[in-house]
């Protein structure tokens, strides 16, 4: 019996073997089956996800567009600045009473002139005379005035070392200052007559402007003789002694 039994126990076995090998395949193809359908399902809320952040992100508020600037008008005269004073030019400025414009070209011949500073060079003779200050008045005759100054006394006619040294002083262009002009009254104490021919350069020196005054033909120049006011002074007294 126990025989028996084992037979069927045994033969049982060989049905159930088919079977499990049956259901095997189904599982593992349904396991297999499983994770497919996981990663779609993963993939389908990835999808969906990046989806609604692309809509979120596309989605923008509208602007609206801006009006097209209007092209200036070419025509439109600029602004004017602002209203200025006219400046007013300035006025030049006058020239200090001692001075006056300096000319370069201004020598001892251009200032006499050809005749003047040829009697001057070489005169025949060469009066002195004491002068009285003021100019002359109508009552004074012609032939006690010298250059329209009164006569006061008739000196000595220079030697002629005498007129040499005037000459070394009256002829050179360092004895001037052509480019100063002085204010005061011309006062002569000292006057010189150079005589040529028919000609005549008549010379006054006033010593308190320390100017000398050149009359010749009518015409008449005064210039300053500063640089050799020692020189004059010294040249006065070899022909009057000072007064007291």
């Given at each position: 019996m126990?025989?028996?039994?084992?037979?069927?126990?045994?033969?049982?076995s060989?049905?159930?073997?088919?079977?499990?090998q049956a259901?095997?395949p189904?599982?593992?193809?349904?396991?297999?089956?499983?994770p497919?359908?996981?990663?779609?399902?993963?993939?389908?809320?990835?999808?969906?996800?990046?989806d609604?952040?692309?809509?979120?992100?596309?989605?923008?508020?509208?602007?609206?567009?801006?009006?097209?600037?209007?092209?200036?008008?070419?025509?439109v005269v600029?602004?004017?600045?602002?209203?200025?004073p006219?400046?007013?030019?300035?006025?030049?400025?006058?020239?200090?009473?001692?001075?006056?414009?300096k000319?370069?070209?201004?020598?001892?011949?251009?200032?006499?002139?050809?005749?003047?500073?040829?009697?001057?060079?070489?005169?025949?003779?060469?009066?002195?005379?004491?002068?009285?200050?003021?100019p002359?008045?109508?009552?004074?005759?012609?032939?006690?005035?010298?250059a329209?100054?009164?006569?006061?006394?008739?000196?000595?006619?220079?030697?002629?070392?005498q007129?040499?040294?005037?000459?070394?002083?009256?002829?050179?262009?360092r004895?001037?200052?052509?480019?100063?002009?002085?204010?005061?009254?011309?006062r002569?104490?000292?006057?010189?007559?150079?005589?040529?021919?028919?000609?005549?350069?008549?010379?006054?020196?006033?010593?308190?402007?320390d100017?000398?005054?050149?009359?010749?033909?009518?015409?008449?120049?005064?210039?300053?003789?500063?640089?050799?006011?020692?020189?004059?002074i010294?040249?006065?007294?070899?022909?009057?002694?000072?007064?007291?």
């Open positions: 126990q025989k028996t039994l084992v037979v069927r126990l045994f033969s049982l060989l049905l159930l073997v088919p079977i499990c259901e095997t189904s599982t593992k193809d349904s396991t297999a089956n499983s497919p359908s996981t990663v779609e399902s993963s993939e389908m809320s990835s999808s969906t996800k990046t609604s952040a692309a809509t979120k992100e596309a989605w923008q508020p509208q602007t609206p567009p801006k009006e097209s600037e209007k092209p200036k008008d070419q025509s600029p602004k004017k600045e602002a209203w200025q006219p400046t007013l030019p300035k006025e030049a400025e006058k020239p200090k009473e001692s001075e006056k414009p000319d370069p070209k201004m020598t001892v011949q251009s200032f006499f002139g050809a005749e003047v500073y040829q009697i001057l060079s070489s005169p025949e003779r060469v009066e002195s005379f004491r002068m009285f200050p003021e002359a008045s109508k009552e004074v005759p012609v032939n006690k005035q010298l329209g100054f009164p006569i006061e006394k008739i000196g000595p006619l220079l030697t002629n070392d007129i040499k040294t005037f000459q070394t002083l009256v002829l050179s262009d004895s001037y200052l052509f480019e100063v002009e002085k204010r005061c009254f011309f002569p104490d000292t006057g010189l007559r150079f005589t040529k021919g028919q000609n005549t350069v008549e010379i006054l020196l006033s010593y308190s402007c100017l000398w005054q050149f009359s010749a033909q009518g015409n008449t120049k005064t210039e300053d003789f500063d640089p050799v006011k020692i020189e004059l010294n040249f006065r007294q070899s022909l009057f002694s000072p007064k007291p």
